[in-house]
Every structure is written in C-alpha cells, then in structure tokens.
C-alpha cells in the first residue's frame, strides 16, 4: 500500500460497500460532501471502460475547523479521500487518504493530534466492513 493511503478489499460488491462505508463514516462523525463517479467520467470523456470507481469527499466538521483554524490553507487539503473501487478481477476495495500523509505536509505540531484523531476514526470506520 502506498505511504499516502491505507485500506484493503472488502467482502462486498461496489455498491454495498459504498453504503457500508458511509454508514461507518456516519458513525464516526463524517458526512459525505462529495461523491466523484471516476469510471462514469473516463466513460464519458474517453470512452474508456474501467471497473467502478468513486472517490467519496468525507468530512468531519469538528475536525475540519480545528484544523482551518490552525493553518487557513490547509482547506486546500481537505475533504479526507475515501475510494471505493473495483479492480479488473471484480474485487471491491475500500481506501482512504492518509491524514497523517497529508495533514503532514503542513509541518504544523498542532495539526499533528487532529490527523491522530481522523487517523483513528478512518480506521475504526474501516473495520466495520467485512476484510476479504
């Protein structure tokens, strides 16, 4: 798994496992703010036929105004990236974009508690699916 990211396949099809994610989200505070449908875009655009894949923009507000209000820029960050996608075998894989990775970037000490606590609560979430 790359350093940015962290997640692994679930025993899901796509769709339930889009459901069961934002309902594990949902628990954990986060609402979904947006939902990128990538393999109806290159469909679209490119013609190109790919196995489901959707990029869900997850955000906890409690921790996004924390985090605004220690660093301004840091929206430019934000939402936290949840994927849910297919690969050419028809395995459903649930992924997340590492806070600790991302918040990182900005080199703040005070953001560092807040991509502890996203960390955590991503992986709480994550937990609730079925591993495959």
Do not use: W
């Not at 970037?105 to 508690?113: C, D, F, Q």
Request: glycine letters at 10%; proline letters at 7%.
């Amino acid at each position: 798994m790359a350093k940015y990211a962290f997640g692994h396949p679930v025993k899901l099809g796509h769709g339930a496992a889009r459901e069961a994610i934002v309902a594990a989200l949902a628990e954990e505070g986060f609402g979904i703010l947006s939902e990128i449908d990538v393999a109806g875009t290159l469909k679209k655009k490119l013609g190109l036929d790919v196995p489901p894949y959707v990029i869900l923009g997850a955000c906890n507000p409690g921790f996004a105004s924390k985090a605004l209000a220690a660093e301004p820029q840091i929206g430019a960050l934000l939402p936290c990236n949840v994927v849910v996608r297919d690969d050419d075998a028809g395995r459903t894989f649930v992924e997340f974009m590492d806070p600790h990775a991302v918040l990182g970037l900005v080199g703040r000490a005070e953001i560092e508690p807040i991509a502890d606590e996203v960390r955590a609560r991503l992986q709480r979430a994550l937990a609730k699916l079925p591993a495959a």
